[in-house]
């Protein structure tokens, strides 16, 4: 399963190479623009927007409730794997 996480476009760090910065929950890390920058007027009109990202490209813009609501499901299957784990440690 492919899962595309959501970051949000905090700078530019290479208008050249179409790179930004991403912080995906305090994380930050250099994203290709590339797929979401047609569109836009600048890549720097893409700083504050929600993307989503998949193997270190922005694959498309997303708006701000959507990324919470993913967040929100990812953080819940998260917990979810913890307790699913927890149950199989104590099943040893």
Do not use: N
Not at 24 to 40: E, N, P
Not at 76 to 90: N, S
């Amino acid at each position: 399963m492919c899962l595309g996480i959501p970051g949000k476009i905090v700078a530019i760090s290479d208008s050249v190479q179409l790179l930004g910065i991403v912080d995906v929950g305090g994380i930050q890390r250099a994203v290709d623009l590339s797929c979401v920058a047609q569109g836009y007027e600048s890549l720097e009109s893409l700083i504050d927007r929600w993307v989503l990202v998949h193997v270190g490209f922005a694959m498309s813009v997303i708006d701000e409730s959507e990324a919470q609501a993913t967040l929100a499901v990812l953080t819940e299957l998260g917990q979810v794997q913890e307790e699913l784990a927890a149950m199989q440690e104590g099943a040893s």
